[in-house]
């Protein structure tokens, strides 16, 4: 069955780097998301992608946040300077144009000390 | 603002129980409601409701949606310990080309044997 995979499952950052969360979503998908859970909360909306730019925003996705997709399979999230309230599960997700639901990736746990 | 409410947010039974989770949303697009299951990691997918009325099952697994009323509930019948999980709720909400879903906070079900 096809799959979302993410690299890496688990990061530790020191505060004020950068960090490149990748994914590589499914390939006939056109819908590329990213979520992110902190422990204990909710899964929350970062920002959708489509058609090589961002349709939708979360007042979380700061300029501190940008996507990319550099290769036409890579589906990348970077954060500039990283903080400790980053500290995450980051979830990519990708679906078809016409739905149903998503298929989640695994997931990038980022850890910022 | 667009709300997705489970309750209860936590619940322990012992196998062989009959579970109802509740899911209630209020938002300005409504396209569907999906629910998922999350165990260690990334969600998986149970259900995508759009109609009301009509009852998806799978297995020991059901959910109906109430377009009215504005909840859907998802049902688990004779409980195993493998259902104990994290059980999310999330509407589809597409605004400006996105799918963006909006989760709510889950219900940790724990099956004890």
């Known amino acids: 069955e096809p799959e979302v995979t993410q690299t890496p499952s688990h990061q530790v950052t020191q505060m004020g780097q950068e960090v490149i969360l990748r994914c590589v979503p499914i390939?006939?998908?056109?819908?590329f998301y990213w979520y992110r859970q902190i422990l204990g909360q909710k899964v929350e909306f970062l920002v959708s992608?489509?058609?090589?730019?961002?349709?939708?925003k979360s007042e979380i996705f700061d300029d501190q946040f940008s996507v990319e997709r550099p290769d036409g399979s890579n589906f990348t999230l970077k954060i500039r300077s990283t903080k400790l309230e980053d500290s995450a599960m980051y979830f990519c997700?990708?679906?078809?144009?016409?739905?149903?639901?998503?298929?989640f990736g695994s997931g990038t746990r980022l850890t910022v000390v | 603002e667009d709300k997705v409410v489970q309750s209860p947010l936590s619940l322990v039974v012992h196998e062989g129980d009959t579970v109802t989770l509740n899911c209630s949303y209020e938002?300005?697009?409504?396209?569907?409601l999906l629910w998922y299951k999350q165990e260690k990691k990334a969600p998986t997918f149970l259900f995508m409701l759009?109609?009301?009325?009509i009852e998806k099952k799978s297995g020991r697994l059901s959910s109906i949606l109430d377009k009215k009323e504005l909840f859907s509930i998802l049902n688990i019948t004779a409980t195993q310990t493998g259902d104990s999980a994290i059980y999310l709720c999330a509407v589809e909400a597409p605004r400006g080309g996105s799918e963006k879903l909006v989760f709510g906070k889950g219900t940790k079900l724990t099956v004890n044997p």
């Open positions: 390939s006939n998908h056109l819908y």
């Open positions: 938002v300005t697009n409504f396209r569907s």
């Open positions: 759009t109609s009301s009325g």
């Open positions: 997700a990708s679906s078809e144009e016409t739905g149903p639901g998503y298929t």
């Open positions: 992608f489509y058609n090589n730019e961002i349709s939708e």
